[in-house]
């Protein structure tokens, strides 16, 4: 079945460092990858998302590209902030399914 | 507009008892799902509607979880008797239909005792 696997954490970074969260999922067929965001005391949030290989998704600084050939959608930025501190769910939809497959989040924080 | 919203934001009940966890989706939105995350590992699916109809139910974990949506409006989870492995955070999520972006509530965290 499909699975998605992240970088385990926490990741403590330094405000401004580049910051990279590794994903890599196991699917049949071509599914739609996405990075979700939970900041403190709030839901799940789209950060961004790619619907086929080679489609590069970002928003607010941050960067994912689909990789087929490696089944990677790794998330990058090149400056983090203190506010970007939050935890990070790579998933996946499969063809023809709504439904998401999540990874099992990575916490990250950024020092001042 | 209002998101996604879910009550109640914890709950903490003893072995044995029963819970009841709402969502009320996205005005509009025929779709709803409902995730939960246990032990800090991934989130994982649960069951979705469109409208009052099951759509999809094969991540639910055993007869102990109902969840229902009545006239296809707000959905409730049930879970009768609550185990000490049903602890977690239980999402909702609502969309306009299968291929548009799923919102996200807050999440309910509940830990059974």
């Excluded at chain 1, 067929?29 to 590069?56: H, I, M, N, R």
């Excluded at chain 1, 990677?72 to 399914?97: I, M, N, R, T």
């Amino acid at each position: 079945g499909n699975s998605v696997t992240q970088m385990e954490g926490p990741v403590t970074l330094s405000e401004e460092a580049f910051l990279t969260i590794n994903c890599t999922y196991t699917a049949t067929g071509y599914p739609s990858l996405f990075w979700y965001v939970q900041y403190p005391g709030e839901g799940l949030q789209l950060l961004l998302k790619a619907t086929k290989a080679d489609d590069k998704g970002s928003n607010k600084g941050f960067e994912a590209t689909y990789r087929k050939e490696t089944t990677s959608f790794h998330l990058e930025k090149g400056s983090v902030q203190v506010s970007d501190s939050a935890v990070y769910f790579c998933a996946l939809s499969g063809q023809g399914a709504q439904k998401l497959v999540f990874g099992q989040g990575t916490r990250l924080t950024i020092n001042p | 507009e209002a998101g996604v919203t879910q009550f109640p934001s914890h709950s903490v009940i003893e072995k044995g008892q029963t819970v009841t966890l709402r969502c009320d989706p996205i005005s509009g939105h025929d779709n709803l799902y409902w995730y939960r995350r246990v032990m800090g590992k991934e989130i994982k699916f649960l069951l979705h509607f469109v409208k009052e109809s099951k759509q999809d139910e094969s991540g639910m974990p055993n007869n102990r979880f109902l969840a229902e949506r009545t006239g296809g409006t707000y959905s409730t989870l049930k879970v009768q008797p609550a185990e000490l492995e049903d602890s977690g955070v239980y999402f909702c999520a609502s969309s306009l239909n299968t291929n548009t972006e799923a919102f996200f509530g807050q999440g309910t965290r509940l830990t059974v005792v």
